[in-house]
């Protein structure tokens, strides 16, 4: 048909892909400390790469090419001596659990992720959080001067408190 014109279709084209690079993610480095029932405390830790590596430039290592870590375990009072336990722990694993002991006991402690340096220095890597540490049995007794359980000569809450009374008079076992 002469005289009629057509229109070209343009297709919509995509957005060029951005030629950027990616930002690197930095990965968070922790060491986190659970005390689990007053009785021991579990430990975690993560360390990134950059961390691990600049570790291994300067610790000593084992024959897997892992740095010697150590656990340590101080007291944040000034009672006593500062540093409680020195646990190694194995390059490669990341959890540990550690028993606690009658030094512990009542004191506010935190952990601490170090390494060993070719000079015998140790240098922290890094830190947990205060935990308090719950008196120990045997403290608790001293303290208390008397048995965990309930002394028999002793009232009970519930005795002294009159609602034994209370409640035998409106019970119906107490009535038949």
């Known amino acids: 048909m002469p005289g009629k014109t057509t229109k070209k279709t343009v297709q919509p084209s995509a ?3 951005a030629r950027g690079r990616k930002k690197a993610v930095k990965e968070p480095d922790y060491l986190i400390a659970l005390l689990v029932d007053g009785t021991g405390i579990y430990a975690s830790w993560k360390i990134s790469d950059a961390l691990y590596g600049k570790i291994l430039r300067k610790a000593l290592t084992d024959y897997h090419g892992d740095p010697y870590l150590f656990l340590q ?6 009672e006593g001596p500062g540093e409680l336990e020195d646990i190694p722990v194995y390059g490669r694993e990341n959890r ?4 606690t002991t009658e030094a512990m006991a009542g004191r506010r402690v935190v952990l601490r992720l170090s390494y060993q340096t070719a000079r015998g220095k140790r240098e922290t890597v890094l830190q947990s959080t205060e935990l308090d540490i719950p008196l120990g049995d045997t403290a608790l007794l001293a303290l208390l001067g008397r048995p965990l359980l309930h002394d ?3 009232l009970r809450l519930y005795e002294a408190s009159g609602i034994r009374e209370q409640l035998a008079a409106t019970s119906p076992s107490a009535n038949s």
């Open 73 to 78: 375990v101080t007291a944040l009072d000034t």
């Open 15 to 17: 957005p060029a892909p």
């Open 96 to 99: 540990w659990h550690i028993f």
């Open 152 to 154: 028999e000569r002793r």
